[in-house]
């Protein structure tokens, strides 16, 4: 395949890892804690999508809708259950208790999911080009043909509406200056009368609507299986820090570089290889992070 395929491939692998990741900065930002269980997060979300999309008639639309509330209400329940009585012990505490229960769901997951991947169904539609149509003897076509899928433009086109619409809240909505200033000083914010608990659930719940989403755009585009977001939850923590801890603008950025990463590595490296793709995008993060330590946005990391 041509460089440009590659890099259609990047840009849709970032798109699904930018919108999860937005919710995994928010989350690090304005709770202040690393929630290694938001990969199952993901594949709650993708489950839901799935069995909505096998048991309903409606169109495609209706099963992201509905997993997305699903990945909402899942995150906030969890975090009333298990995170807000702990929020006072410190991020130590609340990141082994999100290793914790992330093990637990993915292992029920398995139990009541079963352990074989599933595919949600769409309608595929195919545009093809051809980079060079009428190519001379002997001249190099570095490019190649290369396609868009209708699944392509789903995922591109749910990211992008993700991004203004995060972008809307955090500027143009008093929740979301809120959560801005919950990020930068949280004791000022509760001075100045900011119900600082309803601005947490608010983050666990876009959080976790963030996560349905991606969960079905990653199952759309590839497969969901219970190990689904664990595999990924990798590549989300290092799009975050990359981007700068806490910034979600950042967070896309970064997702897009470790997307691209991940394709152009897998389309150099040898077949028998392929599964060091993200070796070579922790290698990116760790070469950006050596020369500029608070991540692609500048953003000061958090300290406990």
Do not use: C
Not at 241 to 247: Q, R
Not at 255 to 273: D, N, Q
């Amino acid at each position: 395949m041509g460089l440009l395929q590659e890099a259609i491939f990047g840009v849709v692998t970032g798109s699904y890892i930018a919108i999860a990741a937005i919710g995994f900065t928010l989350i690090y930002g304005i709770v202040n804690m690393i929630n290694f269980a938001y990969g199952e997060y993901l594949t709650l979300g993708a489950f839901v999508g799935f069995f909505t999309a096998s048991t309903l008639p409606g169109p495609l639309p209706v099963a992201v809708v509905v997993a997305m509330a699903g990945g909402g209400v899942v995150s906030i329940a969890l975090a009333r259950g298990f995170f807000t009585p702990i929020n006072d012990t410190g991020p130590v505490p609340m990141l082994l208790t999100s290793i914790g229960l992330g093990i637990a769901i993915r292992n029920a997951i398995r139990l009541f999911g079963g352990r074989s991947a599933r595919y949600i169904e769409t309608e595929t539609s195919t545009i093809r080009f051809n980079a060079v149509p009428d190519a001379a003897v002997g001249s190099i076509d570095l490019l190649g043909g290369f396609f868009v899928t209708s699944e392509h433009l789903i995922v591109v086109g749910s990211a992008v509406a993700v991004f203004l619409s995060v972008h809307l809240l955090l500027t143009r909505t008093e929740v979301g200056i809120a959560m801005r200033a919950m990020g930068d000083d949280e004791d000022l914010a509760r001075v100045r009368g900011i119900d600082t608990q309803l601005i947490r659930d608010s983050v666990w719940l876009l959080a976790g609507v963030l996560a349905g989403l991606s969960g079905v755009l990653l199952a759309i585009q590839t497969n969901v299986s219970p190990t689904t977001g664990f595999s990924h939850i990798l590549q989300i923590l290092s799009a975050a820090i990359l981007g700068g801890a806490g910034s979600p603008y950042g967070a896309i950025v970064g997702a897009y570089v470790i997307g691209l990463a991940l394709a152009f590595s897998t389309a150099v490296l040898p077949s028998s290889m392929t599964s060091l793709s993200s070796a070579v995008a922790f290698a990116i993060l760790i070469v950006v992070l050596l020369v500029r330590p608070s991540g692609i946005a500048g953003t000061e990391v958090r300290k406990a």
